[in-house]
C-alpha cells in the first residue's frame, strides 16, 4: 500500500525544534498564513545501519521549480505519475543517488550530524523572510481535536514520510510506491536560489520495479554503468524537429552494445538505441520524430539499458534551453 494524502506544502517557516529520543525527527513548524502544519523529518533509522544518507544541492535546478512557483500557498495533492511535480529519486532525474552520504543524526561536537544540517538550512530560511519552503511527503490531519504536541497549534496536521519511499523491505514495505517520494525544496525568490535536501535510509534500494516501488535485485556491469549522458541539443536552429539530439559517451575501457538500450524523456516516451559504443567513444543519437521530445520549458533525459534499469539522466530547465542552436552540457 502506497502512501496516502501525498503532496507537497508550499509555506514558510517560523520555528523548529531539533530531533531527540528513540525516534527522533527535526520538527518545522511552518504557515501557508492561513493556518500552521508542523513538518517532521526523520534523522535516524529504525532499521540497521541507524543513519540516514542525505544530499543537499545549493543550487538544485529542475523543470519543477517553475511549475512551483506557481502554486498557491497551502497543501496540494500530487499525481503519482510523470511529468508532474512528484518527486521520485530514481525517475525523476532530481539528483545523483550516489552522491548521497551516511550521517549521524546527533553526534558531540559542532556541524557533524543530521540535526545540525537540517538546522544550517533551516535557521537561515526562518531568518529570510521570503524563504519558502515545499515539503514533499504524506499530509496528516486536520485534527480538529488534537493539539500538535510540539507546538501546540490546533489543529494538528502537517506532513511526514519527506524521506525516499520505495526501496524497502520487510515491514515498511507496505509503503513502496513509485513517484511519491519526499524531500524538501527551499526558495530565495530574492536571488533565486533553491536549495534541494534529499532522503533515504540506507536499508532501501535505489533499483525500483516501475509500478510497485518494490525493489529489485539487478547487478549492473563496470561496463554499462559507464555510459553516460554528456550533452543534448534542445533547441535547435529553425524546426526542432529531427535536428535534436543527444551525446552519449564510453568511458570504460571496452566497447559496449547499445541493441535494446533505450532513451526516454519527462513523460517516459521511449526512443529505441541500437549499435555499437567504442571505449572512449562520444556517439551523438539523433531524435526521431516520434521519438522523445525535448521540451524547449525544460525536461529530463534518462539513459536505460537493454533490460529497463537506469544507467543515467539528467535534466535541464527553460534557461538553459533559452538558446537557440547551443547544446547544453551536463
Given at each position: 500500500?502506497?502512501?496516502?494524502?501525498?503532496?507537497?506544502?508550499?509555506?514558510?517557516?517560523?520555528?523548529?525544534?531539533?530531533?531527540?529520543?528513540?525516534?527522533?525527527?527535526?520538527?518545522?513548524?511552518?504557515?501557508?498564513?492561513?493556518?500552521?502544519?508542523?513538518?517532521?523529518?526523520?534523522?535516524?533509522?529504525?532499521?540497521?545501519?541507524?543513519?540516514?544518507?542525505?544530499?543537499?544541492?545549493?543550487?538544485?535546478?529542475?523543470?519543477?521549480?517553475?511549475?512551483?512557483?506557481?502554486?498557491?500557498?497551502?497543501?496540494?495533492?500530487?499525481?503519482?505519475?510523470?511529468?508532474?511535480?512528484?518527486?521520485?529519486?530514481?525517475?525523476?532525474?532530481?539528483?545523483?543517488?550516489?552522491?548521497?552520504?551516511?550521517?549521524?543524526?546527533?553526534?558531540?561536537?559542532?556541524?557533524?550530524?543530521?540535526?545540525?544540517?537540517?538546522?544550517?538550512?533551516?535557521?537561515?530560511?526562518?531568518?529570510?523572510?521570503?524563504?519558502?519552503?515545499?515539503?514533499?511527503?504524506?499530509?496528516?490531519?486536520?485534527?480538529t481535536d488534537v493539539?500538535?504536541?510540539?507546538?501546540?497549534?490546533?489543529?494538528?496536521?502537517?506532513?511526514?514520510?519527506?524521506?525516499?519511499?520505495?526501496?524497502?523491505?520487510?515491514?515498511?514495505?507496505?509503503?513502496?510506491?513509485?513517484?511519491?517520494?519526499?524531500?524538501?525544496?527551499?526558495?530565495?525568490?530574492?536571488?533565486?536560489?533553491?536549495?534541494?535536501?534529499?532522503?533515504?535510509f540506507q536499508s532501501?534500494?535505489?533499483?525500483?520495479?516501475?509500478?510497485?516501488?518494490?525493489?529489485?535485485?539487478?547487478?549492473?556491469?563496470?561496463?554499462?554503468?559507464?555510459?553516460?549522458?554528456?550533452?543534448?541539443?534542445?533547441?535547435?536552429?529553425?524546426?526542432?524537429?529531427?535536428?535534436?539530439?543527444?551525446?552519449?559517451?564510453?568511458?570504460?575501457?571496452?566497447?559496449?552494445?547499445?541493441?535494446?538500450?533505450?532513451?526516454?524523456?519527462?513523460?517516459?516516451?521511449?526512443?529505441?538505441?541500437?549499435?555499437?559504443?567504442?571505449?572512449?567513444?562520444?556517439?551523438?543519437?539523433?531524435?526521431?520524430?516520434?521519438?522523445?521530445?525535448?521540451?524547449?520549458?525544460?525536461?529530463?533525459?534518462?539513459?536505460?539499458?537493454?533490460?529497463?534499469?537506469?544507467?543515467?539522466?539528467?535534466?535541464?530547465?527553460?534557461?538553459?534551453?533559452?538558446?537557440?542552436?547551443?547544446?547544453?552540457?551536463?
Open positions: 500500500m502506497a502512501l496516502k494524502n501525498y503532496g507537497v506544502l508550499k509555506s514558510r517557516a517560523i520555528n523548529r525544534k531539533l530531533g531527540e529520543g528513540s525516534n527522533p525527527h527535526y520538527q518545522v513548524l511552518v504557515t501557508d498564513e492561513k493556518q500552521q502544519y508542523r513538518i517532521a523529518i526523520n534523522v535516524k533509522s529504525k532499521e540497521s545501519p541507524s543513519e540516514l544518507l542525505y544530499f543537499v544541492d545549493e543550487n538544485f535546478s529542475h523543470p519543477i521549480t517553475k511549475e512551483l512557483q506557481e502554486l498557491d500557498a497551502g497543501f496540494h495533492e500530487l499525481v503519482k505519475k510523470p511529468g508532474g511535480m512528484a518527486l521520485d529519486y530514481i525517475r525523476g532525474n532530481f539528483f545523483d543517488t550516489s552522491q548521497m552520504k551516511p550521517l549521524p543524526y546527533n553526534v558531540p561536537g559542532p556541524d557533524n550530524d543530521l540535526n545540525e544540517l537540517l538546522e544550517l538550512y533551516i535557521a537561515r530560511a526562518i531568518a529570510s523572510p521570503d524563504a519558502v519552503l515545499y515539503p514533499f511527503g504524506e499530509r496528516w490531519g486536520p485534527e493539539k500538535d504536541k510540539y507546538f501546540g497549534f490546533l489543529p494538528g496536521n502537517g506532513i511526514h514520510d519527506i524521506h525516499m519511499n520505495q526501496g524497502n523491505a520487510a515491514q515498511f514495505q507496505k509503503d513502496n510506491g513509485v513517484w511519491q517520494d519526499g524531500g524538501l525544496l527551499i526558495h530565495y525568490p530574492t536571488r533565486n536560489q533553491w536549495v534541494g535536501i534529499f532522503l533515504a532501501q534500494s535505489f533499483h525500483t520495479d516501475d509500478t510497485t516501488g518494490n525493489r529489485i535485485d539487478v547487478v549492473i556491469p563496470p561496463t554499462t554503468a559507464a555510459i553516460r549522458i554528456v550533452a543534448a541539443l534542445v533547441n535547435p536552429l529553425g524546426d526542432d524537429v529531427g535536428k535534436e539530439t543527444v551525446s552519449l559517451i564510453n568511458t570504460s575501457a571496452e566497447k559496449v552494445d547499445l541493441n535494446g538500450w533505450a532513451l526516454a524523456d519527462r513523460t517516459k516516451r521511449k526512443q529505441r538505441l541500437s549499435g555499437i559504443i567504442n571505449a572512449g567513444e562520444v556517439v551523438k543519437v539523433p531524435l526521431a520524430k516520434d521519438g522523445i521530445q525535448l521540451d524547449n520549458n525544460g525536461g529530463i533525459i534518462t539513459l536505460l539499458d537493454d533490460k529497463g534499469i537506469k544507467i543515467d539522466g539528467v535534466s535541464y530547465t527553460k534557461k538553459d534551453a533559452q538558446k537557440q542552436g547551443w547544446t547544453i552540457v551536463f
